[in-house]
């Protein structure tokens, strides 16, 4: 008898973290950001030996909890999303060389829409992202330094 209630408790806890995981899955899927482009022309494409950088507000002020995402420059497939930490910094890991978009978006600001070319090279330059209100002639823009 205890073997078969181990055996039926154990089977209830594997269906249950896994329908857990695959509920977060889900909410994860339906929380990823969307490709946005507000840009009114194209700048041409920051080169960059890594997508590591910085957010800023238009006072130069790092800002925090800035949605971050890496676009594909081919069809715009989402590879991966992270939020600028308390100093407006942020990276990513191991991207490899090739044309790619950085999108940064939060609520009330333009979201900025960064064309890079990632390649090797000696200068390393980190991607400076500048928030700006809606409203005003150019949206928010990057820039290598």
Same mark, same amino acid.
């Not at 994860?28 to 840009?39: F, G, H, S, W």
């Not at 920051?46 to 890496?70: C, E, F, H, Q």
């Not at 942020?90 to 900025?112: M, P, S, W």
């Given at each position: 008898?205890?073997? #078969?209630?181990?055996?039926?408790?154990?089977?209830? @806890?594997?269906? @249950?973290?896994?329908?857990?995981?695959?509920?977060?899955?889900?909410?994860?899927?339906?929380?990823?950001? =969307?490709?946005? *482009?507000? $840009?009114? %022309?194209? =700048?041409? =494409?920051?080169?960059?030996?890594?997508?590591?950088?910085?957010?800023?507000?238009?006072?130069?002020?790092?800002? /925090?909890?800035? %949605?971050?995402?890496?676009?594909?420059? *081919? !069809?715009?497939?989402?590879?991966?999303?992270?939020?600028?930490?308390?100093?407006?910094?942020?990276?990513? $890991? #191991?991207?490899?060389? !090739?044309?790619?978009?950085?999108?940064?978006?939060?609520? !009330?600001?333009?979201?900025?829409?960064?064309?890079?070319?990632?390649?090797? /090279?000696? @200068?390393?330059?980190?991607?400076?992202?500048?928030?700006?209100? #809606?409203? @005003?002639?150019?949206? /928010?823009?990057?820039?290598? #330094?």
């Amino acid at each position: 008898m205890t073997i #078969k209630k181990t055996f039926l408790t154990t089977f209830w @806890l594997v269906f @249950l973290c896994a329908a857990t995981t695959a509920a977060v899955a889900q909410a994860a899927l339906a929380t990823a950001p =969307p490709y946005v *482009d507000e $840009n009114q %022309t194209d =700048p041409a =494409p920051l080169k960059l030996n890594a997508v590591v950088g910085r957010v800023r507000g238009l006072g130069g002020d790092g800002m /925090s909890r800035v %949605t971050v995402s890496l676009f594909t420059e *081919d !069809g715009h497939a989402l590879i991966a999303t992270v939020m600028s930490d308390k100093d407006g910094k942020f990276h990513f $890991n #191991k991207v490899d060389k !090739g044309f790619y978009r950085v999108v940064a978006q939060i609520a !009330g600001l333009c979201t900025a829409n960064i064309p890079i070319k990632v390649e090797p /090279s000696l @200068l390393h330059r980190k991607l400076e992202i500048t928030m700006q209100a #809606k409203d @005003l002639d150019q949206c /928010s823009y990057g820039m290598a #330094k």
